[in-house]
């Protein structure tokens, strides 16, 4: 039974009440460590630490910043398979996702930002012959970073990098539900040399250490990453605190396929963009919408591939689907199968539990999921499930699949398959969405903006627009004229 431990002033503790919760791997059902349950003890001593390391690492050189980030991404990059074997353990996800997404991110966001951070530059304003004004970007100071369960160590490094270059000092949270990469990655911290309480890691759920870190009054900015609820509580709770906000939220996404695709690589996409890591990517296509002209055609041959997704044991390099992070989860996802059904659709294949012989008898594991015959109104098209879960109907105009891919609360992101140049730019200005990929699905690049629109989200992440919110800017006036 391995206990995690926080991680404050850049040393391994034990949480101050001495509380601890299960953490249960996905694919067995089964306890297999215990994490901290930190609480408002542990959150001003991390809070101590930050403030006290803060100052002296803003004053560090980029270059001397980024030296120490480049060399924790290398420490990543040599522990890959260790902490690819963690994440699969931990989460659920098939272990060749784990190696090749999220490990390979994480070294790659704090590569990059390192990186970043000595290319960038203020702007500067003259006025004529009278006074030129330049722009100082400051560090914030203390800033906290809550991360979700879905990407854990992928999306905890795309927080905590861009807030450590800009010279802040950060306490993280990371998910209850899949602490374990987190953990290991502050021993990686301290083999790196990263200055004691320049990061804090503490443990724990949302009511025990998230809501208080969100509300203490010496973090001046928080970085959350989750369900859009959560999301509007924390703008509730710290309103009128004056805190900058980052918040990337909640989607349902909208996958748009015309008659004029290029069929077989939109059929292979389209499957990996609804199912990859068991549709628990917020970027996943839940709502897939095909020109009717190739409706049938497209429903066949997806229907397929689906049914040929290997499901298995998270740890074998065969597998392609693993099992969901939790049996809460597992019932949630299985309860809008049955809602789907009651609301009028078809379920064309998947839609059950599956049980696996040996060690993963007793895993949360859900078939790939396609539904059709339901009205975009229906809370199954609605509501985010985060799960191999999607539905798929038919569109005649292109007005028509602009509307039903709008017409959702969400906002994050949206994928368009089409050969007609003109259209692909029309569809994708006229779509609500921060992201809108074009014949292609989570092809990123770490300098673009990422962030969605309307209940998906407040802010950008993402190259300039995430040193920019981890800095404050300060106009200075020189007159010479």
Known sequence: MQIIKNYVNGQLLDPFAGQYIDNVEPATGQVYSKIPNSDEH???????????????????SNEKRAAILCRLADIIDANADMLAEAEAIDNGKPITLAKNVDIYRASAN??????????????????????INYTLRDPIGVVGCISPWNLPLYLFTWKIAPALASGNAVIAKPSEITPMTAFLFSKLCVEAGLPDGVL??????????????????????????????????????????????????????????????DFEDTVNNVVRAAFSNQGQICLCGSRIYIERPI??????????????????????????????????????????????????????TGGNQV????????????????????????????????????????????????????G???????????NDLKRAHRVAKEIEAGIVWINCWLLRDLRTPFGGVKSSGVGREGGLEALRFFTEAKNVCVKYG
């Open 110 to 131: 704090i590569r990059f930002f390192a990186q970043a951070i000595t290319q960038f530059s203020s702007e500067s304003h003259a006025m004529e012959v009278v006074a």
């Open 408 to 418: 959702t609360e969400y906002g994050l992101a949206s994928s368009v398959w089409t």
């Open 355 to 406: 049980t696996l012989e040996g060690r993963c008898e007793n895993g949360f594991f859900v078939e790939p999921t396609v539904i059709e015959g339901l009205t975009n109104h229906c809370r199954t098209n609605q509501e985010e499930i985060f799960g191999p879960v999607c539905t798929i109907m038919p569109f005649d105009t292109d007005d028509e699949a602009i509307m039903l891919a709008n």
């Open 42 to 60: 542990d959150l001003e001593q991390a809070v101590v630490a930050a403030e006290h390391a803060q100052k002296g690492w803003a004053n560090t």
């Open 295 to 348: 409706y049938d055609k497209f429903k066949q041959a997806f229907i397929e591939q689906v049914k040929q997704i290997k499901i298995g044991d998270p740890l074998e390099a065969d597998t392609q689907h693993g099992a969901l992070v939790s049996k809460a989860h597992m019932e949630k996802v299985l309860s809008y199968i049955e809602l789907a059904q009651e609301e009028g659709g078809t379920v064309l």
């Open 200 to 261: 804090n890691i503490l443990h724990g759920t949302g009511p025990s250490i998230g809501g208080p870190l969100t509300t203490h009054p010496k973090i001046k900015a928080i970085s959350f990453t989750g369900g859009t609820a959560t999301g509007a509580q924390i703008t509730k709770v710290t309103a009128g605190m004056f805190k900058k906000l980052s918040l990337e939220l909640g989607g349902k996404n909208p996958t748009l396929v015309f008659a004029d695709c």
